[in-house]
Nanobody, 122 residues
Framework: QVQLVEAGGGLVQPGGSLRLSCAAS????????MNWYRQVPGKQRELVATITIDDTTTYADSVKGRFTISRDNSKRTMYLQMNSLEPEDTAVYYCNAGVRVRWYEAYSNDYWGQGTQVTVSS
């Protein structure tokens, strides 16, 4: 069984910083692309950032230049460094990963963390 566990959310003032982490555990052969999403109540889940298996990164326009996604494959952990936070960044942040459980299987993107709340407010 594969688990993704996020940590690092909290309350921060506008202009502040937070670092989220997402640790994968369980029966994993390899991890492919990893993603951070966020969701505000009543709105669709939004893709924030992606990092591929070869460390290529992409970002939503709204976070470019402020957020940095990274991964440590030896720890099976992904990070999201969030700087210059704005009230509009307030959301529940979810990690998502493409995981291959067995060497002969394709990657499945159906693995999600439980979410961590980020609140940006003075």
């Amino acid at each position: 069984q594969v688990q993704l566990v996020e940590a690092g959310g909290g309350l921060v003032q506008p202009g502040g910083s937070l670092r989220l982490s997402c640790a994968a555990s369980g029966s994993i052969f390899s991890i492919g692309a990893m993603n951070w999403y966020r969701q505000v109540p009543g709105k669709q889940r939004e893709l924030v950032a992606t990092i591929t298996i070869d460390d290529t990164t992409t970002y939503a326009d709204s976070v470019k230049g402020r957020f940095t996604i990274s991964r440590d494959n030896s720890k099976r952990t992904m990070y999201l460094q969030m700087n210059s936070l704005e009230p509009e960044d307030t959301a529940v942040y979810y990690c998502n990963a493409g995981v291959r459980v067995r060497w002969y299987e394709a990657y499945s993107n159906d693995y999600w963390g439980q979410g961590t709340q980020v609140t940006v407010s003075s």
